[in-house]
């Protein structure tokens, strides 16, 4: 039997949710309802963070996937002590307030991930599960630095897009014991009832995939639910699901129908499921007793671990004062000096093999390095010596599973304590679109390693040559994309992805060799693009080529045959257009010539370039199964095919 | 046990399949070599189509999921007899050749679907299995024209891909009993031995999605995989998997090893695996026993099969006429005249709901369509009325599966017969990017219906809020992107769309309501863009708006402010810019300004735009969460802002 004060509670954070949402006139009150139980139960019992320390490392962390139940997540963190103020609540979904439409990190305390685009929020759960490991296993002692739970509530939402596969494979696999995932089973989606679309037995599925799973038979069972996250926690093994029946927009007098979903109940329904509730108080208030509730449950739990942890933590710098001061700095993103590659009497590189060379390079000098790929770590050169697979190592094999790569990834790196990267080819990409896509919007300076990045891959065929992803990746805010030309190039992108703190980096890397070019310079990459062929002193170019990647080697002999022809050629290096376009007033100086004088040159789409040069070659259409230099001169990639095409633009008027 | 006559066929394929390798030195021989006695069991014993009509419609469908095992597919093809000669087979993996290092459809007799990303080939297999069902169920006594088996062969990499748990969820809720999935399973993938990144329990996974499951303990049983085969096709209500046993790259010395994945033999393992199968004959021969043997079983199989169909379609017209020329006509994509709308005195609707109502329409005239959406049918618009859920009807209710959705809708056009169209927001493209470039790779002509395209969504935030989207698609080889301005616009997209035969289509619609305007035209959608406001006669104009969608409205109400400000505008909606790129004379008599006078207008990246106008106008950041009015405002598209905007642009040199 739940006491008085426990109803109470739950009462004030469903009306809260209510209120929200009818101020709003917008959101989702169907599983903020039917939820708001469970996540009282984790609060008041379980989750251990502290409100006056919002980013301390060690805490516990949560993940609202679905993160359309946003109302009851501020409603609760409201209650549990959070800076969010009744006023937040009142200004739910409005523009510059704390309280968005779907939780953002970063925007509003207490908030761990954001989440919305269904799955991510348990992949990045699931992320954060593996950082904790991973770190506890890499410190001596580790445990006493860190050592928490990852939860994250979920509905059917989550567990019908295929992201939630991998990764709950991905945990099973990999044995995050010290994830617990509740699952809301409210038997409805948007559209209807859950049973229009799906017939799976999910505790079978998550049995098949080496979880734990537990079962509570009515979510508006506080106890019930408590006890099902206590037993969880106890598991030294698998991952925990816990399969929660509730119903949906419970309260509503449509609790039970896809109607509660999407849609705000309203006035007079909304006051019918505060009658439900026994709410007796007015709109956007709280009973002092559950504020008083809280500050002694869950605040006063989450205030004596930070200390102890602040205790922990320096005892154990008595002990390990290094690994103490490299577990601070990990946190904060704080690098040791990076070490520059010695490139000896090297002449030609595929630069996915650079990319592997950085990569050692960098692990032997930054020690808190995670990272993997999609089962092409041969292939994308990530198989760096004497790295142990996770979880002894921090080596990661993330399975034929791109997109849950992509978002465990932003899990580990909202975690903090890591720098991550992750890999496949470019093509491929494609799979884990919107997973780069919030982290680029969660500020994260996540690490994409693509490969085999251009037709060039030859016999593997249009499926698997990447045409379109490039301008696909530039148009996302707030994400580098980097298209080194050469070694050098890779160094200087490599540079720049580690030391980035809230912009995500994208390595594009080529499968076949490039030599190393004179002029390119990895200081230089940081300007986004520069010279690496100049007119003589004092004659003026009659061209500027402005190319990337492999394409730049090509520009240069292209280059070097129209200079026999007689022309006077510039030829840009642009590994970065994003850090070019951050710099306008010297962006305008960079080009010596007009803009009717300029081509640019990238095996890909054209789409993006007409903003910086009149001519445009590339690739518009797909791509073919042959031998690399075959195709390359089929679609006009040689030099003398290019200097031909160079020559006939400067001849137009 | 097999007959010597098996064992000869096996033995042939798989030389086959190494010579092809070796030859090209490229290719994947692991799984062709470990999964020919199942293939030549499935084309030896059950496999309905005739090589002398690769193209029949009720032949049975075989997808080869795992399309790096190309090399197999065409070995059996060559000797079932389609016109794959020993000289194709010669030339595997080199530019224009038959034989291309993944399937690719169209372009290889007998194979019906490209694959190599992976998943991708079983979600194919799933929407022709739908597609199958879909149309007996339409047509009174359906099954004497629409009756068939759909196959497919697939390892580990499709099924550790997430969108494989979507698409076997879906075809268990679907009950698609029709179709037989062979799970070659070698314990082996490109990086290492499964066990390093899977821990699944297949079998109980399958049998969690309400799949019929059966295991075959050695794949090198021809017999027994036979059999297995015929149980399935049995099944009356659930999709078969069987779980068959293989050794990745059997008979090379390095059987058993990931080495064999993706390296080719060579001529010395090669030879050593040859002597394993006991071949006898020379390089790119095949005993002519083995030519008999495909001759008296599948072609003969295939043949009368084929004559058996031609006799049944024939009877079928006589008591069935009309429904037999709809089912021709179905499957030649031919078209009856289709409607127009009457517009009434519609003044104000968002497009989403003008795509609600040219569907009603549309589905009303053509009787051969299948539709619906990710679980957002009220949202998208897709919820047409008096149209039955499948399989009793044509709407389909993908579930929150966004990536198999768009796979599956591939494999109903694969497929033939159906006219087939799928919905979600715009901002979950990125979750089925891939399939739709599948689409376009494929030259499907595919349907998406793409809505909440802007800003504009509001309330839902910035991961709700697409930006780069549009940017994206339009990068993508072969496929159209319609952002039509208003309802009339979106009828001539639908037309453009229902009326394609080889090019996707991807109609961007909007969440809010937009005014119907004065110059827009269904017919001039065609033209890709067109003015819809012009400098009166005489006059030249001193500035060109080019937008879309429902920044067209917003171009004219700027444009009517800054004519009150003495400047002469010109408005043009590009509905469709691929289509503009198709008529480059169109084009250039297009505007009536020069580029340095031209701005663009669209909410969405302004990468791309550079092409067209010197002036860029759209959104490079991330969105925000608030009412869609205040978000606009924030980000500047109000009509007096966008025409203070452009007056600064006239005013600068």
Known sequence: MAKAIDKQAVAAIRALAIDEINQANSGHPGMALDAAPALYALYRDHLVSDPAHPDWCNRDRFVLSSGHASSLLYAILHCAGYEIS???????????????????????????????????????????????????????????????????????????????????????????????????????????????????????????????????????????????????????????????????????????SHKTHGTPLGEEDGNHAKAVYGVTWDKFTVPEAVYELFKQTFQARGAAAYAAYANSLAEYGKYHPEEQKTFLASFKRELPELPSRDYGDLTKEATRKSSGAMLALYRSAVPYCIGGSADVAGSTNTDVKGVKPFPEGTDMRYGIREFAMASAQNGILLHGGLISYCACFLVFSDYMKNAIRMAALEHLPAIYLFTHDSLAVGEDGPTHQPVEQLTGLRAMPNLHVFRPADAKEVEGAYQLAFQSKGVPSAIVLSRQALPML???????????????????????????????????????????????????????????????????SYKNKLFSTPYAKRVSLEMGSTLGWGRYAKWNIGVDEFGASGKAEAVLDEYGFTPMKIADKIAYFLSKK
Chains 1, 2 share one sequence.
């Not at 206590?230 to 030294?236: N, P, Y």
């Not at 690496?532 to 061209?543: H, N």
């Not at 402005?546 to 022309?567: D, F, I």
């Open 518 to 584: 004179e002029k390119t310079d990895p200081k230089k990459v940081a300007k986004g693009a520069y010279p690496v062929l100049s007119p003589e002193r004092g004659s003026k170019a009659d061209c500027t080529i402005l190319a990337t990647g492999s394409e730049v080697s090509l520009a240069l002999e292209a280059a070097e045959e129209l200079v026999k022809r007689g022309y006077v050629m510039e030829v840009i290096s642009a590994p970065c257009l994003e850090l070019l376009e951050k710099n306008p």
């Open 86 to 256: 009744m006023d937040d609540l009142k200004s739910f979904r409005q523009l510059g307030s704390k309280t968005p439409g779907h939780p953002e990190v970063g925007h509003t305390p207490g908030v761990d991930a954001t989440s919305g685009p269904l799955g991510q929020g348990l992949a990045q759960a699931v992320g954060m599960a593996i950082a904790e490991k991973a770190i506890r296993n890499q410190y001596p002692d580790g445990e006493k630095i860190m050592s928490h739970y990852t939860y994250c509530l979920c509905g059917d939402g989550d567990l019908e897009e295929g992201i939630s596969q991998e990764a709950i494979s991905l945990a099973g696999h990999l044995r995050l014991n010290k994830l617990v995932v509740i699952y809301d089973q409210n038997g409805s989606t948007l559209d209807g009832p859950t049973s229009d679309s799906l017939s799976e037995a999910i505790k079978l599925r998550f049995l098949a995939s080496e979880w734990n799973v537990l079962e509570v038979r009515n979510g508006n069972n506080i106890n019930k639910v408590s006890s099902a996250i206590a037993k969880a926690k106890k598991s030294s093994v698998y991952p925990t699901l816990i399969i929660m029946k509730t119903v949906i927009g419970y309260g509503s007098a449509n609790q039970g």
